[in-house]
């Protein structure tokens, strides 16, 4: 299942080389360690913690220590934080860097009303000025990267991309990812790579493109649209961890999905613990067996059931059904 490293770096942040071109983007409620341990098995070439509020983590709210803990194999590792405060922010990167991570990722991309609406996330990109001073306080105290992920812009009246990524260049970023949509957009609507190929141009650090890649095809249309040193799935990537080795979903055998569904169940277990462990993985579990055609009772009962024993075995019932479509 393990997947072939290249034998040469794809690009570097600053002076830490990446060996390939794929990345697991960092999403909240799924790119955990059990999640991300997969996907880098089968291809994914940087780990990305799940988002981490500063605020938590000065507050000692208790998900904070589980969503920093990673695989040395995982390495590269960022550890991607999130507020609006620039001083609050390099307070908690510099907490952080002492657990090890190889670089620090600023968030300046959710567009969920919690985080946008206090400046945070995607609110962000409403003030350059913030960011300007995060990225300068940061580059400067830190010794690891700083690294940044970004929208569009707020909406399409302040689509202000390219002096953000001209920025966080300028005020010692070293990688920026690009989500091609405005916060205003959420998921809707159709990802611009017109834009990260005018930001790829703008700007001398590796740029990351993240949007509307579902299928292997969609990688390298966006390598080829924007010139992008890698591409960034998110949505893409549930239920199919096989993008990152540039397998399309559909040829992937039952007999394989079946090994690497329950390979994931057995690390959210150890993860989580038994009960815990099994409620999580089923939202990835709906994911997994989302190509084949199950009645909604067997469906009903596979992300209600909560003994393993009974869960492994409705999976291999349902794993001997036709595929849809």
Same mark, same amino acid.
């Given at each position: 299942?393990?997947? !072939?490293?290249?034998?040469?770096?794809?690009?570097?942040?600053?002076?830490?080389?990446?060996? %390939?071109?794929?990345?697991?983007?960092?999403?909240? @409620? =799924?790119?955990?360690?059990?999640?991300?341990?997969?996907?880098?098995?089968?291809?994914?070439?940087?780990?990305?913690?799940?988002?981490?509020? &500063?605020?938590?983590?000065?507050? @000692?709210?208790?998900?904070?220590?589980?969503?920093?803990?990673?695989?040395?194999?995982?390495?590269?590792?960022?550890?991607? !934080? =999130?507020?609006?405060?620039?001083?609050?922010?390099?307070?908690?990167?510099?907490?952080l860097q002492e657990l090890g991570p190889d670089f620090i990722d600023i968030n300046m991309g959710c567009a969920d009303k919690s985080v946008?609406? $206090? @400046?945070?996330?995607? /609110?962000?990109?409403?003030?350059?000025?913030?960011?300007?001073?995060? =990225?300068? +306080?940061?580059?400067?105290? *830190?010794?690891?990267?700083?690294?940044? +992920?970004?929208?569009?812009?707020?909406?399409?009246?302040?689509?202000?991309?390219?002096?953000?990524?001209?920025?966080?260049?300028?005020?010692? /970023?070293? *990688?920026?990812?690009?989500? /091609?949509?405005?916060?205003?957009?959420?998921?809707?609507?159709?990802? #611009?790579?017109?834009?990260?190929?005018?930001?790829?141009?703008?700007?001398?650090?590796?740029?990351?493109?993240?949007?509307? &890649?579902?299928?292997? #095809? #969609? !990688?390298? $249309?966006? +390598?080829?649209?924007?010139? &992008?040193? @890698?591409?960034?799935? %998110?949505? %893409?990537?549930?239920?199919?961890?096989? !993008?990152?080795?540039? $397998?399309?979903?559909?040829?992937?055998?039952? #007999?394989? &999905?079946?090994?690497?569904? *329950?390979?994931h169940l057995e690390r959210s277990l150890a993860f989580y613990g038994e009960r815990l462990g099994l409620v999580l993985f089923r939202k990835?579990?709906?994911?997994?067996?989302?190509? =084949?055609? *199950?009645?909604?009772?067997?469906? +009903?009962r596979l992300l209600t059931c909560q003994d393993k024993s009974a869960f492994t075995r409705l999976v291999d019932e349902i794993l001997t059904?036709?595929?849809?479509?």
């Amino acid at each position: 299942m393990t997947n !072939i490293i290249p034998e040469k770096p794809s690009f570097y942040i600053r002076n830490l080389p990446v060996y %390939g071109d794929l990345i697991l983007s960092p999403m909240d @409620g =799924f790119s955990d360690l059990p999640f991300r341990s997969l996907c880098r098995e089968l291809g994914s070439a940087v780990s990305y913690t799940e988002f981490i509020s &500063v605020i938590h983590l000065f507050t @000692g709210n208790p998900e904070v220590n589980r969503k920093l803990i990673f695989d040395p194999q995982e390495r590269p590792v960022a550890f991607q !934080i =999130f507020d609006h405060d620039p001083d609050r922010l390099l307070a908690a990167a510099l907490r952080l860097q002492e657990l090890g991570p190889d670089f620090i990722d600023i968030n300046m991309g959710c567009a969920d009303k919690s985080v946008a609406g $206090r @400046g945070a996330g995607a /609110g962000m990109l409403r003030s350059p000025l913030t960011i300007a001073r995060t =990225f300068r +306080k940061l580059s400067q105290a *830190l010794d690891v990267p700083v690294t940044g +992920k970004i929208r569009l812009g707020w909406d399409n009246a302040t689509r202000n991309y390219l002096l953000i990524a001209r920025i966080v260049e300028e005020q010692g /970023g070293a *990688l920026l990812a690009v989500h /091609g949509r405005t916060k205003q957009q959420g998921y809707g609507g159709q990802a #611009d790579w017109d834009a990260i190929a005018e930001i790829r141009q703008a700007v001398s650090i590796p740029v990351i493109g993240n949007g509307d &890649v579902r299928n292997v #095809d #969609d !990688i390298e $249309r966006m +390598k080829a649209h924007t010139g &992008v040193a @890698g591409v960034m799935i %998110g949505r %893409g990537a549930i239920g199919n961890p096989w !993008i990152f080795s540039r $397998r399309e979903r559909v040829n992937v055998p039952p #007999d394989e &999905v079946r090994q690497v569904l *329950l390979s994931h169940l057995e690390r959210s277990l150890a993860f989580y613990g038994e009960r815990l462990g099994l409620v999580l993985f089923r939202k990835h579990a709906s994911r997994y067996i989302s190509p =084949f055609r *199950l009645p909604d009772s067997l469906r +009903k009962r596979l992300l209600t059931c909560q003994d393993k024993s009974a869960f492994t075995r409705l999976v291999d019932e349902i794993l001997t059904l036709e595929p849809a479509g």
